[in-house]
T-cell receptor, first 120, second 108 residues
Framework: EHLSESGGGLAQPGGSLRLSCAAS????????MHWVRQAPGKGLEWVSG??????????ADSVTGRFAISRDNSKNTVYLQMNSLRVEDTAVYYC?????FGEGDWFDPWGQGTQVIVSS | SSELTQDPTVSVALGQTVRMTCQGD??????ATWYQQRPGQAPVVVSD???RRPSGIPDRFSGSRSGDTASLTITGTQAEDEADYYC???????????FGGGTKLTVL
């Protein structure tokens, strides 16, 4: 079970980036997938999630209306389209698989992360 | 601000027991997961949403919950346990996920 992010880089404020996360080693369509970010020297912040079927998406208030999560189950890949980027979006972005049992859920595994820097 | 509150720093002597806590209203309904994160690495689950240890996690780690507070206890703390620890659950709406601010554990 492995996740690998790509697509990070340098973007200007107001610009766009598209992150990808390729999955392997499990039945991708059976699991929700999430993005979590970590700004330099800061804690973890949940960003967005999507159901295995792709029918439902979820967003943190800080990115609602600017970011869009999607997935292609034929390619075992989840995406995060980031528009109207702000300096405060600078962070390492991780993708993770959601597991659950009853009223408990957790993210495992995680990818290695991809760095996004928003700067002029 | 996070809906899950953790102490920013905790210290423990080598070989002793330490308990880290995570407080939030949503924990009255939802279980918490605990992650360990070492510098430059991705987070790793040490206690999952069933309060179980994943394969490969030492049995000195244990998670629990009471009321609105979840706890991660390390019994017989080792030097390699020095890391940041984050709790994680859903918010009160159940439609968003949240992390605590993290606890930096120092092993003396």
């Amino acid at each position: 079970e492995h996740l690998s992010e790509s697509g990070g880089g340098l973007a200007q404020p107001g610009g766009s980036l598209r992150l990808s996360c390729a999955a392997s080693g499990f039945t991708f369509s059976n699991f929700g997938m999430h993005w979590v970010r970590q700004a330099p020297g800061k804690g973890l912040e949940w960003v967005s999630g999507i159901r295995g079927s792709g029918t439902d998406t979820y967003y943190a208030d800080s990115v609602t209306g600017r970011f869009a999560i999607s997935r292609d189950n034929s390619k075992n890949t989840v995406y995060l389209q980031m528009n109207s980027l702000r300096v405060e979006d600078t962070a390492v972005y991780y993708c993770a698989r959601r597991l659950w049992f009853g009223e408990g859920d957790w993210f495992d595994p995680w990818g290695q992360g991809t760095q996004v820097i928003v700067s002029s | 601000s996070s809906e899950l509150t953790q102490d920013p720093t905790v210290s423990v002597a080598l070989g002793q027991t330490v308990r880290m806590t995570c407080q939030g209203d949503s924990l009255r309904r939802y279980h918490a997961t605990w992650y360990q994160q070492r510098p430059g690495q991705a987070p790793v689950v040490v206690s999952d949403g069933r309060e179980r240890r994943p394969s490969g996690i030492p049995d000195r780690f244990s998670g629990s919950r009471s009321g609105d507070t979840a706890s991660l206890t390390i019994t017989g703390t080792q030097a390699e346990d020095e890391a940041d620890y984050y709790c994680h659950s859903r918010d009160r709406s159940g439609q968003k996920w949240v992390f605590g601010g993290g606890t930096k554990l120092t092993v003396l």
